[in-house]
């Protein structure tokens, strides 16, 4: 940045920014949307309102009445302020609900308010702009107000549904017909996002709230995606946030220090106090335990979405809009220095002693596969010669330094050799190896199927004993076993050598008509 090397030096009107921005918040929006389990939402209304309701809407409340009272703003920069700075940063807040020490009624809280916080927050900031330029909000007649709230509110969710909805149309009648790579299915759930925009754009409407609206109807559609439309998405996401914090933190988020007044720092400190206080009070008559409402009041990071939101008004070149910026600039700074600490403290080992379950648990115990030898019937010889497996610790990636090129070096195994292993008496145990949201939009698993999630599946697999010594066969929803061989990898390091990943995943598996279960027990209860 400037105050460095000086090969950066962004402004709040550099196109490079405005680009990033909107693209960063785009699939926030869109991926937060396709990430909620509308079914836990239902089946959770009562502590879903409690967190939208009295956690993050008490929370921008008490931060527009702070930077009311101690920093003399405006009603519209008051609101516009305390929704932007209630909003939780999205990559932190995912991190953590990936821990496996943090309890599942804390992950199930702060996901719901992960999925759904700035959907209620962005809205203020849209509205609460129209009032910051006072002169032409005086201007708008009634006709014109009603103009601008169907555009807002009903012409630019409506393009998010159109676009939601012939996505998944279209994406479902290719895979029945052609099929589909699955880097091109990944680069597909960009285009989605971003079309939603641009349509929702043209019509005159709102382009984030058409994306958050495109995700949440394939989300309704309770579709089960390949997990790489949503991973790509996520990481583009992360990419593209990473990129912006790079040109935030060259040399706009320190223009907050030019502005500091005595009253920033006071009004900072109650913002970092606010939630706490907020989800305190709205969390306090629920079944849930102390421990678990302290986290859920702490874990509130400031990050990257608060100063997305807070851009919003920059951009459109509103009066007042650059010094909250550099109010906010301030308020991220002090969050992110603090919860940077968390992790940390979540690795303790007696920070969560207690002998609540830890991690979501699996729909059912263990089951191992120990069926007959088909009557003892041997099998043909033809079905024998190809149940011959690679040894366990070779994989594609270690083929070329082993030189163990006698074997098929793929640790795939079809539904033959998996029959094949039944008749000889091998311990099977199969894995389901869908991430968490996918494994609960899914209606069916297999029969006695252990969850290993792929984001901790040896964290899993410790946890429930799973036998070194049985075969492991894992499954997912990709078409090409891409999720389920990098279960199988991660678990062939961690001890576990006769793992597979089944070809064909669940699809194949039902199309044999082998055992299914229904899905039926709640994963963060």
């Given at each position: ?80 302020l305390g929704a932007a700075l209630a909003s939780t940063d999205p990559v932190l807040l995912r991190g953590l609900l990936r821990h496996p020490r943090i309890p599942n009624d804390t992950r199930l809280v702060l996901r719901l308010e992960s999925g759904m916080n700035d959907a209620v927050l962005l809205p203020i900031v849209i509205i609460a702009m129209i009032f910051l330029d ?9 006709l014109e107000w009603a103009q601008l709230f169907i555009n807002l509110f009903l012409l630019g969710p409506g393009a998010g549904v159109a676009i939601g909805l012939m996505s998944i149309a279209t994406i479902d009648m290719v895979r029945r017909r052609i099929g589909v790579r699955r880097d091109y299915e990944s680069l597909y759930s960009l285009g989605v996002a971003f079309t ?330």
């Open positions: 940045g400037p105050a460095g090397l000086g090969l950066l030096d962004v402004s709040l009107e550099s196109d490079a920014l405005r680009v990033v921005a909107t693209l960063s918040l785009t699939l926030v929006l869109f991926n937060d949307a396709i990430s909620l389990d509308l079914g836990e939402v239902r089946r959770h209304g009562r502590l879903s309102a409690l967190v939208l309701g009295p956690g993050t809407l008490f929370s921008a409340l008490l931060i527009a009445l702070a930077g009311a009272v101690l920093l003399g703003l405006g009603l519209a920069e008051a609101a516009i006072q002169a032409q909000a005086a201007a708008y007649t009634l939603a925009f641009a349509a929702a754009e043209a019509l005159g409407g709102s382009g984030f709230l058409a994306a958050f609206a495109a995700g949440l109807t394939i989300s309704a559609l309770d579709v089960e995606l390949c997990e790489c439309f949503v991973e790509y998405g996520e990481t583009t996401e992360e990419m593209a946030l990473l990129i912006t914090f790079v040109l935030f933190g060259s040399s706009l988020i320190w223009s907050g220090f030019g502005t500091v007044s005595l009253m920033i720092i006071p009004f900072a400190l109650f913002v970092l106090l606010a939630r706490p206080a907020a989800f305190r009070l709205s969390l306090a008559r629920t079944a849930l335990s102390r421990r678990s409402r302290s986290l859920i009041a702490w874990f509130g990071p400031r990050g990257l979405s608060s100063l997305l939101l807070i851009l919003l008004p920059v951009f459109a070149g509103l009066p007042g809009s650059t010094e909250l910026f550099n109010v906010a600039s301030i308020v991220v700074l002090l969050s992110v220095m603090l919860y940077g600490f968390a992790p940390m403290v979540l690795y303790r080992q007696d920070s969560l002693n207690d002998d609540e379950p830890l991690t979501a648990q699996p729909v059912v115990e263990p089951t191992v596969y120990q069926l007959p030898s088909n009557g003892g019937q041997q099998p043909p010889a033809s079905t024998a010669s190809t149940t011959e497996m690679p040894p366990q610790n070779v994989t594609r990636e270690t083929a070329a330094v082993t030189g163990d090129g006698d074997y098929v070096v793929d640790p795939r195994i079809s539904l033959e050799q998996l029959r094949q292993r039944w008749q000889d008496g091998d311990k099977v145990i199969i894995a389901d190896a869908r991430s968490e949201r996918t494994y609960r939009v899914g209606k069916l698993q297999a029969l006695g199927a252990v969850w290993l999630p792929q984001d901790r599946a040896v964290a899993e697999a410790e946890k429930l004993d799973v036998p070194k010594d049985a075969v492991v066969v894992v499954y997912c929803a990709c078409p090409d076993e891409a999720t389920s061989l990098r279960v199988v990898q991660e678990l062939q390091s961690g001890g576990w050598k006769h793992s597979y990943a089944l070809t064909g995943g669940l699809s194949a598996w039902q199309e044999a008509g082998l055992p299914v279960a229904e899905i039926t027990s709640e994963l963060a209860d």
